[in-house]
C-alpha cells in the first residue's frame, strides 16, 4: 500500500490549506483514512479519521471547527481542509489507513505516507 500525502506549504496565520492523500494498492477497499502531525519535539497527535464510506468523520479538539475531513473513494483520495490556521497547527502532516472498526480513536492504524510539512506564521 502506498499513501502520497501532498498539499502542505507555508502560510500566514489566519490562512488555509488542503492536504491530499492518494491511495493505491490498498489490500481492501473498505479502508478508513485518519489524519495525524507531528510537531518537533512533540508526539504524534491524532487531528482526526474519517470512515470508509466517508458518512462519519471526526476532529479533535485543537483543530475542531476549523479542519475538515472528507474523501473521494472514486479518487481514492482523502482530503484535509485547514481553515484559519494557527501557528501551533505547524507540523508534518500524515496520512494513514485503518481496516479496523476503531478509526475514531487514532489508534491501529496500518498503513501510513510519507508527511507533508504545514509552516503557519503569525
Known amino acids: 500500500v502506498q499513501l502520497q500525502a501532498s498539499g502542505g506549504g507555508s502560510v500566514q496565520a489566519g490562512d488555509s490549506l488542503r492536504l491530499s492523500c492518494v491511495v493505491s494498492?490498498?489490500?481492501?477497499?473498505?479502508?478508513?483514512m485518519g489524519w495525524f502531525r507531528q510537531a518537533p519535539g512533540k508526539e504524534r497527535e491524532f487531528v482526526g479519521g474519517i470512515s470508509w464510506d466517508g458518512g462519519s468523520t471526526i476532529t479533535t479538539d485543537p483543530v475542531k471547527g476549523r479542519f475538515t475531513i472528507s474523501r473521494d473513494n472514486a479518487k481514492k483520495t482523502g482530503y484535509l481542509q485547514m481553515n484559519n490556521l494557527r501557528p501551533e497547527d505547524t507540523a508534518e502532516y500524515y496520512c494513514?489507513?485503518?481496516?479496523?472498526?476503531?478509526?475514531?480513536?487514532?489508534?491501529?492504524?496500518?498503513?501510513w505516507g510519507q508527511g507533508t510539512q504545514v509552516t503557519v506564521s503569525s
Open positions: 494498492g490498498s489490500r481492501f477497499p473498505n479502508y478508513a
Open positions: 494513514a489507513l485503518t481496516y479496523g472498526s476503531s478509526w475514531y480513536t487514532g489508534y491501529e492504524y496500518d498503513d
